[in-house]
């Protein structure tokens, strides 16, 4: 099909989920990646849905063998990559948090994105379509947070992993236009986990807390409408966007 293809990962629930409705509401191709249902998307004839864990890194070229399949590059105009799946816990002092759940967290936010990046940049680089690459942050990357370590280490990953390939393809023929976006805080259900935790393992609960009481959380209706338009603009590679700045 041709048009404007967006693979995006998350897209059971969130914010993957609602930016991936909004731009099939706009008549855009969207192949989206999650362990869950597709819910409302699976009712759009231009959505395709690829159920998938993350966290098992070795299938992701295979996946994404599988979803270039799907997309006529001859006729394609614009190609972008949207890394938005990540894992919030554990939520706990370092020396509390199990193996497992530290080894799964940093595969799924920050090992998929750079696999799933060196990809999409390998399958597209002979084009010269517009491409680009959205990962989505946290100000959680540039904040450290107590028992959040694990999550704001990938977040922190995730933003040099972006300044780092975009000063590879600045100077590209054909660059991708790689920038990460920092969300602010929206109203999702990672927000909903972190806030129902308990205080005397997880210190910053009553900070999450606060945030929903006193509206200071975003709708994902609303970040929605901030990421189309980042979506659309042009930025120079390795940018870290706040939503707001636009």
């Not at 989206?32 to 597709?38: D, E, L, M, S, V």
Request: proline share 4%.
């Amino acid at each position: 099909m041709s048009g404007s293809h967006f693979i995006i990962t998350g897209t059971s629930k969130g914010i993957g989920e609602q930016l991936a409705h909004m731009l099939l509401e706009k008549g855009h191709v969207v192949h989206g990646i999650a362990r869950g249902t597709p819910g409302r998307l699976s009712s759009y004839p231009n959505y395709r849905h690829h159920v998938y864990n993350l966290s098992e890194t070795s299938g992701l070229e295979g996946l994404m063998d599988n979803i270039f399949e799907e997309i006529d590059l001859d006729h394609a105009d614009r190609i972008c990559l949207i890394n938005n799946a990540s894992m919030l816990e554990p939520l706990k002092a370092i020396e509390l948090c199990d193996a497992t759940d530290i080894h799964m967290n940093v595969q799924i936010s920050l090992i998929a994105p750079m696999i799933l990046t060196s990809f999409f940049i390998k399958k597209t680089e002979k084009l010269s379509i517009r491409k680009k690459i959205i990962n989505i942050s946290s100000g959680s990357g540039t904040y450290p947070a107590p028992t959040m370590s694990v999550y704001c280490t990938a977040k922190a990953g995730i933003n040099m992993f972006t300044q780092s390939v975009g000063a590879e393809q600045k100077n590209r023929q054909n660059p991708v236009e790689i920038i990460t976006v920092n969300p602010g805080m929206v109203d999702t259900e990672m927000q909903r986990v972190a806030r129902g935790k308990n205080e005397q393992e997880f210190g910053m609960a009553k900070v999450f807390a606060h945030a929903f009481e006193s509206g200071q959380l975003l709708s994902t209706e609303v970040i929605g409408m901030h990421l189309l338009h980042i979506v659309d603009k042009d930025f120079e590679p390795g940018s870290i966007v706040n939503y707001d700045e636009i």
